[in-house]
């Protein structure tokens, strides 16, 4: 079936540096989602992006996160400076309709960032 | 707090058995979906079921919807091996899935 792709799977990073991971979503996907799962825990949503444009961001996605598809290539999201708290796998998402009511949202299989 | 819950941490059954497992939510929805995430893998839709609709079936999952009790449920018959995953129940309003804490089945020969 279809694929999203994650780069890199794991990172290990020191805190305060800045970290950008990567998502190539399943293609004539136009909707994308980032989402954070802390070991053990529920995923949490942290945004969802159309259009060049951030739709929704929950308070988990904090100043220093920010998103962007520059040109169709990759959906990325960076954090800069990151923080030991940003320690989590990052799970990215892309579905064809907008409305999580309406369609699937294809996962990867997660980035897991370690911030030491 | 969280907006959705699987009512179970983990389970366990045997080969060919059947099993529930059972999910509430706090938020209004427009539909509610169930997914499935194995070791080391993203999470899988199994089933997308629509506020307005009571019932889902899909080959052996079958989900149900109460919105006046704001509960789901997936059921697995026959029951394999493969079954092993995490299940999640993920309401969603428009736009945005909200996962459960999800319940570990397992699935033993």
């Known amino acids: 079936g279809p694929k999203v792709l994650q780069i890199p799977s794991h990172q290990i990073i020191d805190m305060g540096q800045m970290v950008t991971l990567n998502c190539d979503p399943v293609s004539n996907h136009l909707y994308f989602y980032w989402y954070k799962q802390i070991l053990g825990q529920q995923m949490e949503f942290l945004v969802n992006?159309?259009?060049?444009?951030?739709?929704?961001k929950s308070k988990l996605f904090k100043d220093q996160f920010s998103v962007e598809r520059p040109d169709g290539s990759y959906f990325t999201l960076k954090i800069q400076p990151t923080a030991l708290e940003d320690s989590a796998v990052y799970f990215c998402?892309?579905?064809?309709?907008?409305?999580?009511?309406?369609?699937?949202?294809?996962f990867g299989e997660g980035s897991k960032l370690t911030v030491l | 707090s969280q907006l959705a819950e699987e009512n179970l941490w983990a389970l366990s059954v045997h080969e060919g058995e059947s099993v529930t497992v059972n999910c509430s939510y706090k938020t209004s929805i427009t539909a509610l979906q169930w997914y499935r995430q194995k070791s080391g893998e993203g999470p899988a839709q199994l089933i997308l079921i629509r506020s307005n609709e009571r019932e889902k079936r899909n080959g052996r999952l079958r989900a149900t919807l109460d919105t006046s009790s704001q509960s789901s449920s997936l059921s697995i018959t026959a029951t394999r091996c493969e079954d092993t995953a995490v299940y999640f129940c993920?309401?969603?309003?428009?736009?945005?899935?909200?996962f459960g804490s999800g319940t570990k089945l397992t699935v033993e020969p």
């Open positions: 993920a309401p969603s309003n428009y736009n945005v899935l909200y």
């Open positions: 992006f159309y259009n060049g444009k951030v739709m929704e």
């Open positions: 998402a892309s579905s064809s309709t907008g409305g999580a009511s309406t369609g699937q949202l294809y």
